[in-house]
């Protein structure tokens, strides 16, 4: 059954679902989950995070509504176990155009035949340098950059089609930019630069701290000769190419040039909130009505009355939201 389209206060369609399936990871990275924070951090207990089951079922709500693409999150996805039985559930989908994972890599080489054989086809893999040193202080726990970069060769041994997310900080990896492209660039992978954002409440962001993607672009061009791409509707990133050697690079300029007023993502938490921004301070909880005996056809009205009213964009008006309220960590809806 196809879905009646639903769009918010600024004409924008719900097209995309972001599903967090744990808050947990194998990482500590500064950015998202600092090891000092977290240290002694209350994660979910298992019976307040959805089933399979349940994430099925609001998702096959969701194509009601409208969403078309689905990308499973964390946390870190793959510490979840026995994740490939909810992507054979979500691979059946077949309203869905796109299913996809976002994953720091580690488990890759354990997981990627399963997961394919499940179904999923598209990966997007965050790595913020390629020197071991730097990679170590970033990740909070020193792991060598080469269980990453195994990862990604199993993966695309298997046959998944892969990009490469590296946040640019100023100050931690900004010289890794150019290591990063040329490796990539040799595998034929895209890789995408995403800037320093303000998500959630412990990454001790300063936007002095922001690379902007015209400043990677110009180190880039020191290199590779750079054309620009079409950027779909939608799309968080601004796809280039380079024209000797076909390198696909993308930049997701958030800071510097907020894509806000195209958005058509939510987030769904792994215990069931969903949140209609990045940067929301709350969210409105869908597994109370799950357990309660909520029809589906109420599931879909209450999540069109929430997109209906939604009229977020943070990022467009970062400068009036400094000093406000406390935001959703990015571990707990993922990225």
């Known amino acids: 059954m196809m879905g009646m389209p639903v769009t918010d206060l600024f004409g924008r369609p719900l097209e995309s679902l972001r599903i967090s399936v744990t808050d947990r990871c194998n990482l500590r990275c500064t950015y998202c989950m600092p090891k000092a924070i977290f240290a002694h951090h209350a994660f979910l207990a298992a019976d307040r995070l959805l089933t399979f089951d349940e994430i099925e079922r609001l998702a096959r709500v ?15 996805p793959l510490v ?20 996809a994972l976002s994953t720091n ?4 080489r ?20 390629i020197d071991d ?16 970069l195994d990862g990604i060769e199993a993966a695309l041994e298997t046959g998944f089609r892969i990009k490469v997310n590296m946040v640019v900080q100023r100050g931690v990896n900004e010289a890794q930019i150019l290591p990063m492209a040329r490796h990539f660039a040799e595998r034929k ?24 993607g015209e400043e990677v672009r110009g180190i880039l061009s020191t ?20 024209r000797r050697t076909g390198a696909v690079f993308g930049f997701v300029d958030s800071v510097s040039k907020p894509f806000c007023r195209d958005c058509n993502r939510l987030r769904l938490s792994a215990d069931g909130r969903i949140f209609t921004c ?13 357990r309660s005996g909520t029809s589906d056809e109420e599931l879909a009205a209450q999540i069109s009355r929430l997109w209906s009213v939604r009229d977020d964009r943070y990022s467009e008006l970062r400068a009036e939201h400094r000093g406000g309220g406390t935001k959703i960590e990015m571990s707990y809806i993922g990225g």
Not at 133 to 148: A, D, K, S, T, Y
Not at 223 to 242: I, K, V
Not at 278 to 290: I, P, V, Y
Request: charged share 25%; hydrophobic share 40%.
């Open 110 to 129: 354990q997981q990627a035949a399963a997961l394919y054989k499940a179904g999923l086809r598209r990966i997007n893999l965050s790595l913020d340098a």
């Open 278 to 290: 990045l940067f929301a301070e709350s969210g409105h909880d869908l597994r109370e009505a799950l």
């Open 223 to 242: 290199e590779f000769d750079l054309a620009t791409e079409q950027r779909p509707s939608g799309d968080t990133a601004q796809n280039y190419h380079c």
């Open 189 to 212: 992978i895209p890789l995408r630069f995403i800037e320093f954002m303000d998500v959630g409440n412990v990454n001790g962001w300063k936007r002095e701290m922001v690379v902007g």
């Open 133 to 148: 040193g730097v990679f170590g202080e970033i990740n909070g726990l020193g792991r060598p950059v080469e269980h990453v």
């Open 62 to 76: 969701f194509v009601r509504v409208g969403v078309r693409k689905i990308r499973l999150t964390g946390g870190e």
């Open 80 to 99: 979840r176990s026995g994740l490939e039985g909810l992507v054979g559930k979500l691979s059946a989908l077949p309203e869905l155009t796109e299913l």
């Open 105 to 108: 890599g580690l488990l890759l």
